[in-house]
């Protein structure tokens, strides 16, 4: 299962994305799916993650009320919405699906399959 993220960019601060992940010769259905994001010279950070139905999320604090994450599980496709987007945001930003079917987890270790992953800037 090989995992494709894309919609990075560069945007100016206050401004908005949308990531879309899918995936090549697999299925994101039926597992719960995970956004993480990476910035220089940092550990990889858990952002999102939704329920295999789009039922449930959870978010890190630093982005709550910002981010909003979503399914459409006809299309293989989820997506993160980001909004009012600020410079910490700069990252590579990952998909991954996680190993589990129950609960949604935080840790990357919790996650088999990722994405090659996208870059978001966000110049100020």
């Known amino acids: 299962v090989q995992l494709l993220a894309s919609g990075g960019g560069l945007v100016q601060a206050g401004n908005s994305l949308r990531l879309s992940c899918s995936t090549s010769?697999?299925?994101?259905?039926?597992?719960?799916v995970g956004w993480f994001r990476q910035a220089p010279g940092k550990e990889r950070e858990f952002v999102a993650v939704?329920?295999?139905?789009?039922?449930?999320?959870v978010y890190a604090d630093s982005v709550k009320g910002r981010f909003t994450i979503s399914r459409d599980n006809p299309k293989n496709t989820v997506y993160l919405q980001m909004n009012s987007l600020t410079s910490d945001d700069t990252a590579i930003y990952y998909c991954?699906?996680?190993?589990?079917?129950?609960?949604?987890?935080?840790?990357?270790?919790?996650?088999?399959?990722w994405g090659q992953g996208t870059l978001v800037t966000v110049s100020s």
């Open positions: 991954a699906r996680q190993k589990k079917a129950i609960g949604l987890h935080r840790m990357v270790t919790m996650y088999d399959y």
């Open positions: 010769g697999g299925t994101l259905n039926y597992y719960a």
């Open positions: 939704i329920g295999w139905s789009g039922g449930s999320t």
